[in-house]
C-alpha cells in the first residue's frame, strides 16, 4: 500500500489540528506538556489515507506549522472508541481546557463537520496518548 502520511526519517509525522493558528496553539500545548492526547477518526484519518493506527512505541514526529520538526512523542496508549464513548480521562489529556467529556464531543463534531465529515455516534475515533520527546532525540 502506498504511503499517505508525510514521512521525516523514516517517521510518521504528526501535523496536530488544521495549518494555522489551530496548529500553533495545539504543537504550544503538546511542548508545554499540557497535551499528552490527540484524537483522529478511523474512517477519515486512516482508512482514507491509506494509514495503519500507531502502535504503543512508536514514535511520531511532531511538526510545526511550518512543517519543520519541533519534537518527537512517544505512543503510550492506543484506542479506538465509539463517538459517543470517549472518556472524560482522553478529554482531559487533550490539555484544550475541555469542561467534559460532552465539551469535548461537541467541539469535536463540529471540527470534524467543518472538515466536511459528518460523525454520528458509532464512528470510530482513534484515541492517542502520547509522551514528548525533547527534538532531536537523544
Avoid at 483522529?40 to 514526529?61: F, I, K, N, T, W
Amino acid at each position: 500500500m502506498a504511503l499517505m502520511w508525510p514521512r521525516i526519517n523514516g517517521l510518521r509525522v504528526l501535523e496536530l489540528g488544521t495549518p494555522g493558528r489551530v496548529r500553533t496553539e495545539l504543537t504550544d500545548l503538546t511542548l508545554s506538556g499540557a497535551k499528552r492526547a490527540t484524537a483522529g477518526l478511523l474512517p477519515l484519518d486512516y482508512e482514507a489515507e491509506g494509514e495503519e493506527v500507531e502502535h504503543v512505541g512508536e514514535r511520531l514526529v511532531l511538526v510545526d506549522d511550518s512543517n519543520s520538526p519541533v519534537a518527537q512523542v512517544e505512543i503510550t496508549r492506543v484506542e479506538l472508541t465509539p463517538f459517543a464513548e470517549v472518556t472524560w480521562e482522553f478529554a482531559e489529556a487533550e490539555g484544550e481546557g475541555y469542561s467534559s467529556a460532552e465539551d469535548w464531543r461537541e467541539t469535536h463534531r463540529r471540527y470534524w463537520a467543518g472538515a466536511g465529515y459528518e460523525v454520528d455516534d458509532t464512528t470510530t475515533v482513534v484515541c492517542l496518548w502520547y509522551r514528548l520527546i525533547p527534538f532531536p532525540p537523544t
